[in-house]
């Protein structure tokens, strides 16, 4: 047994799950998810050392390349899905490479994660760049398939991530960061979608959130660059004009149909008082950031 990762381990406090009634079983798992936000406060330091691989590969054109498989891999798959329309980012920079490819995010592929080969050819499908940093995703920190990827990355002089939930993995000895996020065994042995899932999820929210923030795509505590494709985003998109800029529903309204729907040019425009093409030019000069954008203006 002390050969098996601390993911696969049995847990004592567990052993007579079956004799539990609903309500103590519900108690014991609600337990054991609250030692997870302290086993990612411990490994907040790999976090900011990621998050800074993250934006220098943005800063330089690079994509993200995410890599897993199974529950790692479905977990860096939604986080992916879900930055464009958050950030306003190119789908085609932020990718998602999961063992057994598409139909592995509703379906177990047999095999799929043991197959080393496979990895490559995937980021050989993507035309991986230097530029590129992957982010390999295993509870186990063993998978061959995501290993594989991070390896072959390295090689190919990309920055490496490695997010696992055991102390010392293969993939953390890999990876240029490796975030070790120590949950230990689950209530039902072996069941990674538990505990070490919900700190992979916490950690990979991390990484994106904080890496889009420094980017600027972020005014305040707003996501100012989301993508307005529905009502409900655009009544988000007008909240979030009227919030950071102390206007109407109705103004705000105004300015993002001046602004061709963008809340972050309709924010620059209210606070200095310009009008679309000055927004833009200020944007332009600082990077995309709202906030240096408005302080260019105001000591211009």
Same mark, same amino acid.
Request: charged content about 25%; hydrophobic content about 40%; glycine content about 10%.
């Given at each position: 047994?002390?050969?098996?990762?601390?993911?696969?381990?049995?847990?004592?406090?567990?052993?007579?799950?079956?004799?539990?009634?609903?309500?103590?079983?519900?108690?014991?798992?609600?337990?054991?998810?609250?030692?997870?936000?302290?086993?990612?406060?411990?490994?907040?330091?790999?976090?900011?050392?990621?998050?800074?691989?993250?934006?220098?590969?943005?800063?330089? =054109?690079?994509?993200?390349?995410?890599?897993?498989?199974?529950?790692?891999?479905?977990?860096?798959?939604?986080?992916? !899905?879900?930055?464009?329309?958050? #950030?306003?980012?190119?789908?085609?920079?932020?990718? /998602?490479?999961?063992?057994?490819?598409?139909?592995?995010?509703?379906?177990?592929?047999?095999?799929?994660?043991?197959?080393?080969?496979?990895?490559?050819?995937?980021?050989?499908?993507?035309?991986?760049?230097?530029?590129?940093?992957?982010?390999?995703?295993?509870?186990?920190?063993?998978?061959?398939?995501?290993?594989?990827?991070?390896?072959? /990355?390295?090689?190919?002089?990309?920055?490496?991530? =490695?997010?696992?939930?055991?102390? =010392?993995?293969?993939?953390?000895?890999?990876?240029?960061?490796?975030?070790?996020?120590?949950?230990?065994?689950?209530?039902?042995?072996?069941?990674?979608?538990?505990?070490?899932?919900?700190?992979?999820?916490?950690?990979?929210?991390?990484?994106?959130?904080?890496? #889009?923030?420094?980017?600027?795509?972020?005014?305040?505590?707003?996501?100012?660059?989301?993508? /307005?494709?529905?009502?409900?985003?655009?009544?988000? !998109?007008?909240?979030?004009?009227?919030?950071?800029? =102390?206007?109407?529903?109705?103004?705000?309204?105004?300015?993002?149909?001046?602004?061709?729907?963008? /809340?972050?040019?309709?924010?620059?425009?209210?606070?200095?008082?310009?009008?679309?093409?000055?927004?833009?030019?200020?944007?332009?000069?600082?990077?995309?950031?709202?906030?240096?954008?408005?302080?260019?203006?105001?000591?211009?």
């Amino acid at each position: 047994m002390s050969d098996l990762p601390e993911t696969e381990r049995r847990n004592p406090e567990s052993t007579h799950l079956d004799a539990l009634d609903t309500s103590a079983v519900l108690r014991l798992m609600n337990e054991a998810d609250r030692t997870v936000p302290g086993a990612v406060e411990r490994a907040l330091p790999q976090i900011a050392r990621a998050v800074e691989l993250l934006v220098g590969s943005w800063r330089r =054109g690079g994509r993200w390349v995410y890599v897993g498989a199974g529950t790692s891999g479905r977990l860096a798959a939604l986080d992916a !899905a879900e930055l464009p329309p958050t #950030f306003g980012v190119d789908p085609e920079r932020v990718v /998602a490479l999961l063992a057994g490819g598409e139909q592995a995010l509703l379906h177990p592929i047999e095999g799929a994660e043991d197959d080393v080969e496979a990895a490559g050819r995937d980021l050989d499908e993507i035309g991986l760049s230097r530029r590129d940093v992957v982010v390999g995703v295993a509870a186990s920190g063993s998978t061959p398939y995501t290993v594989a990827a991070v390896r072959r /990355a390295a090689e190919a002089g990309c920055a490496t991530v =490695g997010i696992s939930c055991v102390p =010392g993995s293969e993939l953390g000895r890999a990876a240029d960061v490796g975030i070790e996020v120590v949950t230990g065994p689950e209530i039902l042995t072996g069941s990674t979608r538990l505990k070490a899932g919900t700190a992979q999820k916490m950690v990979l929210n991390m990484l994106s959130t904080a890496s #889009f923030v420094r980017l600027g795509r972020v005014y305040e505590n707003l996501m100012v660059d989301v993508q /307005a494709t529905n009502e409900k985003l655009r009544r988000r !998109a007008r909240r979030i004009v009227g919030e950071a800029a =102390g206007v109407s529903d109705e103004e705000a309204g105004r300015l993002l149909r001046e602004a061709d729907g963008s /809340a972050k040019l309709a924010v620059v425009m209210a606070l200095c008082d310009v009008g679309r093409e000055e927004a833009a030019a200020l944007l332009r000069e600082s990077g995309g950031m709202v906030r240096r954008a408005v302080e260019r203006h105001r000591t211009s």
